[in-house]
């Protein structure tokens, strides 16, 4: 990446934390129009949050200096929003914990920063509402460390089957613009196979990242040689960690162990980040042609894979 290109992403950044900061109030002395500022809320939240809480930890997790953390506690002790206490295992290290006072005061203020998001969010649509908190949730995701060790692939357990045909429908309708028919397309084949499940040659796995549903795969029988791949979606919020390429991998390996020859899959031009990890598994695209099945023109594809 070039010097320029860095400069301008680096602006760009900056730009969105000015709106943000401007379009949530957090600019305010008095933050939510109450006499705190979002600091000292904050220090509130995380003493609430975990009964352990010192100054030390409090300044470490929040990445804020140790002296203004101190000032911001000296206000909330004098005030009667906290108290400091001997840690029983090292009288040495004294714990913050919130008084009934603090206790009524952070109830208060969680009611008006709900309000306030409330009122921000009511101009928009609900799908607009879901693609807001999805793109907030990427953010988030994207700039946490450790987030790629808290993922893992399981088999599929009560209730999934539900999540993964909404999530198609929302997803491919928000991103592609595929009307209901296509939500009805996937109810029809997670129907079906789970009104003719066989275990030793059908699967389904479902990816999660810190407990959060993040994608799936079925392997479904197509005939006594060949498989069927079916259902592979990744959250938006969740690609980039490597979990599409880890379901089609699980899948596959399950193929081969249940002794299918083949696998075939159905996919289309549009789906260009699927085709790639498609054709970094093995898969090689056999047939194209197009129609128009889910509302809208597409390009549909028969991909193939020898085992």
Known sequence: MSS?????????????????????????????????SLPEIRVLFEVARDSR??????????RMDPGYVSRILAKLLERGLLQRDADPGDRRRKQLTLTPRGQAQLKSLDGLARESMQHLLKSLSPDQQDELITAMERIRHLLESDVR???????????????????????????????????????EVLSAFASNYDPQRERGWVAEVDGQFAGSIFAVKEDETTARLRALLVEPRFRG?????????????????????RITLWTCADLTQARKLYTKAGF?????????PFGTEIISESWDMEL
């Open 149 to 187: 060790h808290a993922s893992l692939i399981r088999p599929l357990k009560l209730g999934d089957l539900g999540t993964v045909i909404n999530r198609h429908a929302v997803l491919y309708a928000m991103e592609y613009g595929w009307d209901q028919s296509f939500e009805r397309t996937v109810l």
């Open 53 to 62: 809480t010192t100054a030390t930890t409090l300044a470490e997790y929040l």
């Open 4 to 36: 320029d290109q860095a400069a301008d992403r680096i602006d760009r950044i900056r730009v969105f934390n000015r709106f943000y900061t401007r379009q949530i109030g957090i600019l305010d002395e008095c933050f939510l129009g109450e006499p705190y």
């Open 284 to 292: 090689s695209c056999s047939r194209a042609w197009q129609e128009k």
């Open 241 to 261: 960690l490597q979990l599409g390429r880890r379901l089609i991998e699980q899948c596959v390996d399950f193929c081969r162990q249940a002794g299918y020859r």
